[in-house]
C-alpha cells in the first residue's frame, strides 16, 4: 500500500483533505464545547461570583461531583427522571416510526409525479418556528378547545379532559408532532434508493406483496430506519421545551429540565454540566450501536 | 403587552431565584465571608467596602454626551421614560438586556462590555461590590434620593447609606386567586400557605416555577419563616411538603400563571408576585371579569403569623461606564415621583418613593380597588422575610431540594 511516485503521494493527500472543513467544523463545534463542558463539571467555584469556574488541565480536575450525581441516578430522583426520559423518548421514537414508515412509504414508491409536492407539504410546518406550533398545541389542547370539543363531540369522551395538567400522553405527542418529518425524509431516502427490480424479482419468485415487503423492503429500509431513528432521537433525549409549554408537572420532569435547572442557577453550573455529559454518555451507547450497525452492512453489501 | 410581561417575568423568575443572598448563618455573612464579600442580613446590616481604586466620580461635574448606555431585563422600563430623558438632555439612550442574573453577572465580569447603568438584584450587590464591578455612587448627583425614596431603603441591609445602589422597584410575593373559582376565606386562615394544599383545587393551583420562592412556600408551609435556612431537615421538610402537591392538587410550576393563567381561568389560585396581580387586569379574556382577582400577602394577615418575601431590585452603575455623570442623572431622573409613577403605570412594579402611597395609586386608577392589597408600604418590610444572598453550600441544598420537588 505504500506509495511510491509523486503522483500516488499527492493524490493520497488530495481526497482526505476534502474532509477538512468537517473536521475543523466537528472540532470547533463538537470537541472544544465538550472539553468546555468536561472543565466546567470537574472545574472548581468562584469564591467571589459562585460561578463555575472551568479547570482546563485535566490533571486537576476534580471528579467528585461525578460520583454525586451517578449516585443520585441508581439511587434517587434523578433516576426516575432518567428512566422517565428514556421511556418518553422510546415511545416517542416508535409511534413516529409507526406514522413515518407508512408516510415515507407512500411518497417513495405511489406518489408518482406528485412526489415533489408531497414533501414539500411534509416540510410546510417547519416554515413556522417551533415555538408557534407548540403553543398551537396549548391553545387547542385546552379545556375549551378544540380537542375537547371535537372528541366530545363524536362521543368518544363525555367529559372534557385536562390535556395540559401533567400528562405522559401529551409531552409524548408533543415530542412526536416535533420531530416526526425529521424521521420520514431519511427513511424516504432510503426507500427511494431501494432498486424496484429487486422487488419485482420477489414477486416474480411467487413471493406475496407482504411478504416481497417484509424481505426485501423493510431489510433494505433498516439503515433508514435507523438514521431517521437517531436523528430524532438526539434531540429528544435533551428537549425540555415541548415539556415547559405542555405540562410543567413534575409528573412529566425530563432531563432536559432538570439540566436547564442547575445550568440557569447560581451554583449548580457544575451539576448541570455533570448530568450533560453523563446524559452524553447514554446517547452515545445509541450512537455506538448505530455506527456498529452502519459499519456492519457496509461490510455486508461489500462481500 | 403580554409578550413583554412575560419575557420580563420568566427572567424573573429566574432572577428571583438566584438573587437571594441569604446566607445559612448571618454571622459568616456579615464578618464577610470567601473574597471579602460581605452580606448583609436584615439583623446584621452592612455597609459596602469603598475601595481606593474604585474611588467613583467627582461632584459638580457637566454631563457627557452621550450615549447613555443601559443594561436592564427586558421589558423593564417605559421606552417612554428612555425616550422623554433623550430629549430632555439631548443625549442618545440605548438599552441592551439581559435574560437573568447569571448571564449579566458573566458578561459584566469580562470588563469588555461598558454599560453606564445597571439594575441589579440586590442579593446580588455584596458580590459584585467585592468583584468591583460596580462604582460608588456620589450622591451630590441624585438629590431625590433623600427627597423621596422611603427612608428605609436609603438605608437598605445590603448596602447601609445606598453606597452602591439605590432602589428601582419593590415587591411582595404571596397568594393570588379567583374569588368565583375559590370560596375559601384566605384572609383569615391561620396559615394561609396551607390552601395550596386544600384537594378541592386539585387541577387549578400552581406556583412559581422559581426554587427561592417556592422552597419558601414549603418553609412556610411547615410553619418556619427563616427563608434564608441551611439547615437540611428544614429543607428536607419543606421539600416532603411540596411533595405533597403533585398527589393531592396535581400542582403545575409556572411563570405566568399568576398574571396570566388566572385571567384566562386555567389557574384559580396561584403564588403571586404583587406585580403580577397589579397586572393581571389586562390579561382577562374579553368579557372577563378583573374585579374577581384577589391577593393576599399573609403577613398582613391579622390572624396568621405565617411569613411572605418582600425586596427591591436596585440601580447601580459599573466601574467601567463611560458616562458616569450621565448615568448619575438619569438614575436621578428615575427617583422623579411623576417619571416614576408614569414608569409604574406601564410596568406593574412599584417604585418606593414617598409620594407614591396607595390611596393615590387606587384614585388615579393605577391599581384596581379589588387587589390594592398588592400595594406595598415601607412598614412590610419589618413585617415580611427578605430574601438575601445565600452561602454557596446552602445553595446548592436548595437546588437539590428543589430538583428532587420537580422530579416528583
Known amino acids: 500500500m505504500s506509495g511510491t511516485g509523486e503522483a500516488y503521494s499527492r493524490r493520497r493527500w488530495t481526497w482526505p483533505a476534502f474532509a477538512a472543513p468537517g473536521l475543523l467544523w466537528l472540532v470547533l463545534l463538537f470537541l472544544v464545547p465538550f472539553y468546555a463542558i468536561l472543565a466546567v463539571a470537574m472545574g472548581r467555584q468562584d469564591p467571589i461570583f459562585n460561578t463555575a469556574e472551568p479547570v482546563w488541565n485535566p490533571l486537576q480536575w476534580d471528579p467528585g461531583i461525578f460520583g454525586e450525581v451517578a449516585n443520585e441516578i441508581f439511587t434517587g430522583q434523578l433516576g426516575v427522571i432518567f428512566l422517565r426520559t428514556v421511556a418518553y423518548v422510546g415511545i416517542a421514537s416508535l409511534l413516529s416510526l409507526v406514522i413515518g414508515y407508512p408516510v415515507a412509504y407512500f411518497v417513495a414508491r405511489h406518489s408518482g409525479k406528485r412526489k415533489v409536492l408531497y414533501l414539500i407539504l411534509i416540510l410546510t410546518p417547519f416554515w413556522i418556528p417551533y415555538l408557534m406550533r407548540m403553543l398551537a398545541w396549548v391553545n387547542l389542547l385546552e379545556a375549551d378547545g378544540y380537542v375537547n370539543a371535537i372528541l366530545g363531540f363524536l362521543g368518544v369522551m363525555a367529559e372534557p379532559r385536562d390535556w395540559l395538567g401533567g400528562r405522559s400522553e401529551t409531552v409524548v405527542m408533543g415530542l412526536v408532532y416535533g420531530y416526526v418529518p425529521f424521521l420520514i425524509l431519511p427513511l424516504f431516502a432510503a426507500l427511494d434508493r431501494i432498486d424496484q427490480s429487486t422487488i419485482q424479482a420477489a414477486r416474480d419468485l411467487g413471493a406475496s406483496p407482504f411478504r416481497a415487503f417484509l424481505h426485501v423492503t423493510l431489510p433494505l429500509s433498516r439503515q433508514?430506519?435507523?438514521?431517521?431513528?437517531?436523528?430524532?432521537?438526539?434531540?429528544?433525549?435533551?428537549?425540555?421545551?415541548?415539556?415547559?409549554?405542555?405540562?410543567?408537572?413534575?409528573?412529566?420532569?425530563?432531563?432536559?429540565?432538570?439540566?436547564?435547572?442547575?445550568?440557569?442557577?447560581?451554583?449548580?453550573?457544575?451539576r448541570g454540566a455533570t448530568i450533560t455529559v453523563l446524559l452524553m454518555g447514554l446517547v452515545a451507547v445509541l450512537m455506538a450501536y448505530y455506527l456498529f450497525s452502519v459499519a456492519r452492512a457496509t461490510r455486508e453489501a461489500r462481500l | 403587552m403580554s409578550r413583554r410581561r412575560m419575557i420580563r417575568l420568566s427572567a424573573s423568575a429566574v432572577?428571583?431565584?438566584?438573587?437571594?443572598?441569604?446566607?445559612?448563618?448571618?454571622?459568616?455573612?456579615?464578618?464577610?465571608?470567601?473574597?471579602?464579600?460581605?452580606?448583609?442580613?436584615?439583623?446584621?446590616?452592612?455597609?459596602?467596602?469603598?475601595?481606593?481604586?474604585?474611588?467613583?466620580?467627582?461632584?459638580?461635574?457637566?454631563?457627557?454626551?452621550?450615549?447613555?448606555?443601559?443594561?436592564?431585563?427586558?421589558?423593564?422600563?417605559?421606552?417612554?421614560v428612555m425616550k422623554d430623558f433623550s430629549e430632555e438632555m439631548g443625549v442618545e439612550v440605548e438599552l441592551t438586556t439581559f435574560y437573568n442574573m447569571e448571564e449579566a453577572t458573566r458578561k459584566l465580569r469580562t470588563g469588555d462590555l461598558q454599560f453606564d447603568v445597571f439594575f441589579p438584584t440586590a442579593e446580588v450587590l455584596p458580590k459584585f461590590v467585592a468583584?468591583?464591578?460596580?462604582?460608588?455612587?456620589?450622591?451630590?448627583?441624585?438629590?431625590?434620593?433623600?427627597?423621596?425614596?422611603?427612608?428605609?431603603?436609603?438605608?437598605?441591609?445590603f448596602d447601609v447609606g445606598s453606597r452602591y445602589t439605590v432602589p428601582y422597584t419593590v415587591y411582595e410575593t404571596g397568594i393570588g386567586w379567583r374569588s368565583d373559582m375559590v370560596d375559601t376565606d384566605i384572609e383569615s386562615?391561620?396559615?394561609?400557605?396551607?390552601?395550596?394544599?386544600?384537594?378541592q383545587f386539585d387541577?387549578?393551583?400552581?406556583?412559581?416555577?422559581?426554587?427561592?420562592?417556592?422552597?419558601?412556600?414549603?418553609?412556610?408551609?411547615?410553619?418556619?419563616?427563616?427563608?434564608?435556612?441551611?439547615?437540611?431537615?428544614a429543607l428536607d421538610q419543606a421539600r416532603d411538603a411540596l411533595m405533597e402537591l403533585v398527589d393531592l392538587v396535581n400542582v403545575r410550576y409556572t411563570i405566568d400563571g399568576a398574571y396570566s393563567g388566572m385571567p384566562e381561568g386555567k389557574f384559580g389560585l396561584h403564588h403571586s408576585w404583587s406585580g403580577d396581580v397589579v397586572g393581571a387586569q389586562y390579561y382577562f379574556p374579553k368579557g372577563g371579569d378583573p374585579s374577581v382577582l384577589r391577593f393576599l400577602w399573609p403577613p398582613k394577615s391579622e390572624t396568621s403569623t405565617a411569613?411572605?418575601?418582600?425586596?427591591?431590585?436596585?440601580?447601580?452603575?459599573?466601574?467601567?461606564?463611560?458616562?458616569?455623570?450621565?448615568?448619575h442623572m438619569f438614575i436621578n431622573y428615575l427617583l422623579d415621583e411623576k417619571v416614576a409613577l408614569k414608569n409604574f403605570g406601564w410596568l406593574g412594579y412599584q417604585p418606593p418613593l414617598n409620594g407614591i402611597v396607595p390611596d393615590r395609586l387606587v384614585e388615579e386608577g393605577y391599581v384596581p380597588e379589588n387587589v390594592r392589597s398588592a400595594i406595598i408600604e415601607q412598614d412590610d418590610f419589618s413585617l415580611g422575610q427578605i430574601p438575601v444572598q445565600l452561602a454557596p453550600e446552602v445553595d446548592s441544598r436548595w437546588l437539590d431540594a428543589w430538583s428532587q420537588v420537580q422530579s416528583g
Open chain 2, 307 to 327: 411569613g411572605g418575601y418582600i425586596s427591591n431590585d436596585s440601580l447601580a452603575i459599573p466601574n467601567n461606564a463611560e458616562h458616569p455623570v450621565l448615568a
Open chain 2, 131 to 157: 468583584g468591583k464591578i460596580l462604582q460608588p455612587l456620589n450622591h451630590d448627583y441624585l438629590p431625590n434620593l433623600s427627597a423621596n425614596v422611603w427612608p428605609s431603603l436609603q438605608d437598605p441591609y
Open chain 2, 15 to 80: 432572577i428571583t431565584a438566584q438573587l437571594l443572598a441569604a446566607c445559612g448563618d448571618s454571622s459568616e455573612g456579615s464578618s464577610g465571608s470567601g473574597g471579602g464579600v460581605k452580606i448583609g442580613t436584615p439583623e446584621n446590616p452592612v455597609e459596602q467596602p469603598l475601595f481606593d481604586d474604585n474611588p467613583g466620580i467627582e461632584s459638580d461635574l457637566e454631563p457627557e454626551d452621550g450615549p447613555l448606555k443601559l443594561y436592564n431585563w427586558a421589558d423593564y422600563i417605559w421606552p417612554r
Open chain 1, 224 to 270: 433508514g430506519i435507523l438514521a431517521g431513528l437517531v436523528i430524532i432521537m438526539l434531540p429528544m433525549f435533551g428537549d425540555y421545551y415541548t415539556n415547559t409549554l405542555l405540562s410543567r408537572s413534575p409528573r412529566t420532569r425530563m432531563v432536559g429540565n432538570e439540566i436547564e435547572l442547575f445550568v440557569n442557577s447560581n451554583s449548580g453550573e457544575a
Open chain 2, 189 to 199: 386562615m391561620e396559615n394561609p400557605w396551607d390552601v395550596f394544599w386544600d384537594p
Open chain 2, 203 to 233: 387541577g387549578m393551583a400552581g406556583l412559581y416555577d422559581d426554587y427561592r420562592e417556592t422552597i419558601g412556600v414549603g418553609l412556610y408551609r411547615s410553619g418556619n419563616n427563616d427563608i434564608n435556612t441551611g439547615d437540611q431537615a
